[in-house]
């Protein structure tokens, strides 16, 4: 179960920077969304088996099973994503214009009867209201992956903390 949640990581944390940029920055690009988690994903898969490679000899699931191996691949995954997105978002720019959002169309009931104007939908308080929002849920996004990041791990680190047994045989990937 183990070996299942760090390869979770390493697949999974290659989005997380694309999706925070797709979300809150206007200039961010399709292809900065697109190409940047691939490359996260091959970076930490690359550093996860080459850390288990360098450390432990060869490349098994006892040995992707190891803390560091997969510490290493997760932390690559989840870091690379973030300058390969900037790079490619700023090398060939393309804006994305939010207001194309005020299209999306209201999804009406047969049963309702009041139907509201979609002017009113996107009032300036509304926009203003939406605004701030997604300020307030950049600040506590960025906090939680520190404390995800920081402030959890590496007291338990320090503490020595142990979190599953050694497997005893070895499956090696061809």
Known sequence: MTWLLYT???????????????LLWK?????AAIISPI?????????????AYAYYGGIT????????????????????????????SLVKPGKLDFKIFNNIKRVESTTVQDHDDQAEWFTPEKVQYMKRMSRWAAFWSALTITGHVLLWPLPMN???MVFSKQVSHSIYFV
Request: proline share 8%; net charge positive; glycine share 16%.
């Open 61 to 88: 699931i006892t040995s992707t099973g190891g803390r560091m191996p997969s510490f290493c691949g997760c932390v690559t995954s989840f870091i690379v994503p973030l300058p390969t997105s900037l790079i490619i």
């Open 8 to 22: 979770i990581g390493n697949v999974i944390n290659p989005g997380c920077f694309p999706t925070i940029f797709a």
């Open 27 to 31: 200039g961010r690009t399709k292809a």
């Open 39 to 51: 490359v996260g994903m091959v970076c930490g898969l690359s550093v996860w088996f080459g850390t």
């Open 158 to 160: 320090g503490a020595k």
